[in-house]
C-alpha cells in the first residue's frame, strides 16, 4: 500500500508538477508582445538600409516630415514592433519581424496587410475584392520599397532591359501573365512594347469593380478613353461594336491586321453565313478577299452617319 502512495505521488510530481514549473520557466523566457524603438535604434545597426531608404518618397516623408504616428514609427510601420528583435542583438528570424524576404514563408497577407494600414483607399480600394488579392499575389511581387526605382517604386526585375518605367511595368506583369507579354510582340499591337502605353492604362492591378480589372466601367468605355471617335453615336450602329470592341479586336496584340481576332472575311462570316455574300470558296482575287475585304466596301464597319448608310458602306 505504501509503495503505491509513493509511486502515486511520484507521478503526480513528474506530471503534473515538474512541467507546470518547465512551462512556468518557459512562459518567464518568453518575451512580452513588443513595442516600438524608433527608427534611431534600427539606425545602428541598418546604416545602409536606412540610407537607401531615405532616397524613396516614402523614406522622405516617414523619415524627415512625418505627418502622424504612424509615419513617425517608418521602419517599423511596415515590419512591425521591433524591441524584440533589438533585445535579441537582432538577427535574420529574430524578433518576429515582418519580414518581405521572398524565402522567408511570410504570407501575403501578413506582407499586404502591413502596406494597407495606410494604403487603403484611392488605388487600392478595391484590393481585397480582386483577383490578384485572392490567389495570394503580394504588393511586393509588383513593389521594391527599400531603395529607389522607378516612380512608382515598381520592382527592378532584370539588368538587361534598359530601365525604362514603362519598361518595368510591362516586365513587372510580363512575371506571371507570360502570354500577355508574348502577344506584344505580334505584328499587329497597341505601342506597349514601343514604351508608349502600359498594362496600367487599361486595367488596375490593384482591383476595380469592373470586368477584369479594367479601369473603366467596360470594355469599350476603356477604348473610348482614347479612341474616341468609336463611340458614336451613330444614326446606323452596328450591334457588335455597339456590344463590345473585344467582338472582333485583341486588345494585347494579334497577328492580323489591325488587331483582329480573326482574318477578313471569316471575321464577318462567323456572324453573318447567309448574307448576299455566300461564304464560299472564291479566287484569290476576289473583291470579296482581296485586300481589306469585307470592309473594302463596307468600311464604316463601326457605325455610320451617313443617310443611305445603312450597309456601312459610307
Ligand atoms: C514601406 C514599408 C517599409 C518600410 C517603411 C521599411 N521597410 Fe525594410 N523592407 C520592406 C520591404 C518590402 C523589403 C523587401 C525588399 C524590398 O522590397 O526592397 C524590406 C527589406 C528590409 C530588410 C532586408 C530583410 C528583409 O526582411 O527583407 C531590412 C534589414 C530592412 N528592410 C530594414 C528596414 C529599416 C532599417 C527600415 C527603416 C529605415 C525599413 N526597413 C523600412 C519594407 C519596408
Ligand atoms: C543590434 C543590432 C540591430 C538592431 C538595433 C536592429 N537590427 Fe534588424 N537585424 C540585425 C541583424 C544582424 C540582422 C540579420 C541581417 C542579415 O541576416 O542580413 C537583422 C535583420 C533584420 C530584418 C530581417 C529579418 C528576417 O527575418 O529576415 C529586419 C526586417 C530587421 N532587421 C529590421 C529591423 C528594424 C525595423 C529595426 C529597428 C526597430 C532593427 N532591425 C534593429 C541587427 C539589428
Ligand atoms: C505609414 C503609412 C504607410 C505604410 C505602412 C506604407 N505606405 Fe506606401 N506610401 C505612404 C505614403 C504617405 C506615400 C506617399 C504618397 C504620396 O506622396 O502621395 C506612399 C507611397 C507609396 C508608393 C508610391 C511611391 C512613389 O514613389 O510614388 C508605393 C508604390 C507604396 N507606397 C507602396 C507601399 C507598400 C507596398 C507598402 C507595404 C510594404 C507600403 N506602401 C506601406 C504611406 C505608407
Ligand atoms: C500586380 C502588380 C501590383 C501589385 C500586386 C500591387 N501593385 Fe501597386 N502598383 C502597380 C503598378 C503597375 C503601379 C503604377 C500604376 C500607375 O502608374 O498608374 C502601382 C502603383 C502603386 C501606388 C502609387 C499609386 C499612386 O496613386 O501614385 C501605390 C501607393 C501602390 N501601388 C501600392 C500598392 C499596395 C499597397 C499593394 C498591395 C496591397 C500593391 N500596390 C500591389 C502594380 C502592383
Ligand atoms: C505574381 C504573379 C502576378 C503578377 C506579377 C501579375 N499578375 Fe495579374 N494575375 C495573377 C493571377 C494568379 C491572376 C488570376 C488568374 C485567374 O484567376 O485565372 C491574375 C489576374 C489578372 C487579371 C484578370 C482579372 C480578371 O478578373 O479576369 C488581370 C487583368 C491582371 N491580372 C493584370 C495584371 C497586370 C496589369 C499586372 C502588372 C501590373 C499583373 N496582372 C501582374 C498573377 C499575377
Ligand atoms: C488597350 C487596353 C489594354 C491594355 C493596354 C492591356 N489590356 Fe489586358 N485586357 C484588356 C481588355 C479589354 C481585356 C478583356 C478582354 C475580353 O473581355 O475579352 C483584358 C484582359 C486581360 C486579362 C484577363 C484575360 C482573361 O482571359 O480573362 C489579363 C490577365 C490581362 N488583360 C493582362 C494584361 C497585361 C499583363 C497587360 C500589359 C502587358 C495588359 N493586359 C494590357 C485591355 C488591355
Ligand atoms: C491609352 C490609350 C489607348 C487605349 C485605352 C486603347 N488604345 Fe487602341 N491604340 C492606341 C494607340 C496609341 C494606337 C496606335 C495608333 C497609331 O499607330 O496610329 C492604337 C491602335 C489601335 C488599333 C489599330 C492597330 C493597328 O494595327 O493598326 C486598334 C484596332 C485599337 N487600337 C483598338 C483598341 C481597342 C479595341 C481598345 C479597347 C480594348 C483600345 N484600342 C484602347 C491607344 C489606345
Ligand atoms: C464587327 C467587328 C468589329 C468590332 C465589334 C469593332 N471593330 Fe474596330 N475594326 C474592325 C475592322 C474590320 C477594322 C479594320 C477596318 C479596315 O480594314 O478598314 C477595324 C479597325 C479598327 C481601328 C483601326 C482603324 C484604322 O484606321 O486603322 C480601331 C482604332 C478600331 N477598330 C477600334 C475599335 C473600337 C474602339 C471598337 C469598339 C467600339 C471596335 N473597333 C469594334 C472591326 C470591328
Ligand atoms: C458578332 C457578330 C457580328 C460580326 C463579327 C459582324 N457582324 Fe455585321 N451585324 C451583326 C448584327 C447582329 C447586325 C444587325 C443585323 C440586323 O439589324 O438585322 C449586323 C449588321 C450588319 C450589316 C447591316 C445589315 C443590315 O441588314 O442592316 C452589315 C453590312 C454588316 N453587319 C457587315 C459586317 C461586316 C462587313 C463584318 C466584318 C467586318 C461584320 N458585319 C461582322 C453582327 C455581326
Ligand atoms: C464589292 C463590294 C462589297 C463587298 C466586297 C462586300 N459587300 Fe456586303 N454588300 C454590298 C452591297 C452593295 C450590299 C447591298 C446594299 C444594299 O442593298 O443597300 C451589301 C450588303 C451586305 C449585307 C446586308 C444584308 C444583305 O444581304 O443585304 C451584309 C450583312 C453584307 N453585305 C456583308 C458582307 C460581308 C460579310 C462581306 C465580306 C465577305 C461583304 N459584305 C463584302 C457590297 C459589298
Redesign the pocket.
Known sequence: MRRFIVAAWCCAFLFGYLPAVWSAEKEAAKPGPATYVGNEVCKACHAPAFEKFSQTRMGKIFLFNARNEEERRACESCHGPGSNHVSAGGGKGVGGMITFRKDSGESAKVQNDACLSCHQRGMQTYWEAGPHASRGIACVNCHTLMEKTSGKQLAKLSDKTPFSINRAEIEVCGQCHLQRKAQLMRSSHMPLREGKMVCSDCHNPHGTPNPSQLIKSSVNETCFMCHAERRGPFLWEHPPAIENCANCHEAHGSVNDRLLKVT??RL??QC?VH???P?TPRNANS??VFNR??T???SQIHGSNHPSG??F?R
Do not use: E, G, I, V
Request: with cysteine; net charge positive.
Open positions: 477578313d472575311p464577318c462570316t453573318h448574307t448576299r455574300h461564304s473583291r470579296f475585304s469585307c473594302n466596301c463596307h445603312r450597309r458602306q
